[in-house]
């Protein structure tokens, strides 16, 4: 029997168990999924000696970054955003890195869009940002990064104000803040600004309405989860551990 796994840390409030678990149920697939709570990224490799069956895995925070020394080969999408969610374990053993993030991002938020959409502002700086960046360029909308700390050119919460908010009226957040259990949290950004004009896309998925999405919603703005992003994201990772090939993510 095959063996999948999502490889994380603290992790138990997980969607992909749950997810890949009623799939296997529903389709009539021989397969288990399972959780691997890692507190360093230095157990993989007694992971995979000591689970026989191990096909794949998929990666979510904090390794979507730290992952890439441990792959032996990367798929060229994920070398040019630098972030891997998705691990095929090939028949020689080695370790190949994808990444499908971005491929749920584009196409769950593209409904959504309309031309005064232009502009994009990320909040946070971690693996799942860098996948929104590039599949934001892939849809030709200019985009900035918003962090803690001023650098390399990226805002910094403090800055934000009413001129950023007229240019930027699409705003993702790729932040844990506001994840179940800590639901009084959101990122730092002056919601008093949002208006209807703005999209608020929050890569949380649990709870499915976080502060960020209320206080937006308060605004008149239109406000999207994570769930559909990662349903799809999910499905492309099925497709590459089963077939080893990547489709036209367009």
């Known amino acids: 029997m095959k063996i999948y796994g999502l490889i994380g840390k603290n992790i138990s409030y997980s969607f992909s168990r749950k997810y890949f678990s009623e799939k296997f149920e529903k389709e009539g697939i021989t397969a288990e999924y399972r959780n691997f709570d890692l507190e360093s990224l230095d157990q993989i490799n007694n992971i995979i000696a000591e689970t026989p069956g191990i096909a794949g895995f998929n990666v979510t925070i904090p390794y979507k970054e730290l992952i890439l020394p441990y792959l032996d080969q990367l798929d060229l999408v994920a070398k040019k955003i630098g ?83 007229t240019k930027y009226t699409l705003i993702i957040n790729c932040t844990p803040l506001g994840t179940y259990p800590d639901l009084a949290s959101a990122p730092p950004i002056p919601t008093g600004f949002i208006t209807s004009r703005h999209v608020i896309f929050d890569l949380i998925y649990n709870p499915p309405v976080t502060l960020l999405m209320q206080l937006a919603q308060e605004k008149g703005a239109r406000v999207i989860n994570g769930y559909q992003m990662l349903q799809l994201q999910a499905e492309r990772a099925w497709e590459i551990w089963n077939t080893g090939k990547y489709p036209n993510f367009q």
Request: proline share 2%.
């Open 83 to 165: 972030a891997v969610n998705t691990i095929k374990i090939e028949e020689d053993g080695s370790l190949t890195g994808y990444n499908t993030d971005h491929y749920g991002f584009i196409n769950s938020i593209k409904p959504f869009l309309g031309n005064n959409h232009s502009h994009a502002l990320i909040l946070g700086t971690g693996g799942a940002s860098k996948a929104v960046a590039y599949g934001l360029e892939q849809m030709g909308i200019r985009y900035n990064f918003v962090s803690r700390k001023t650098q390399n050119g990226m805002l910094d919460y403090a800055s934000l104000g009413p001129e950023e908010f």
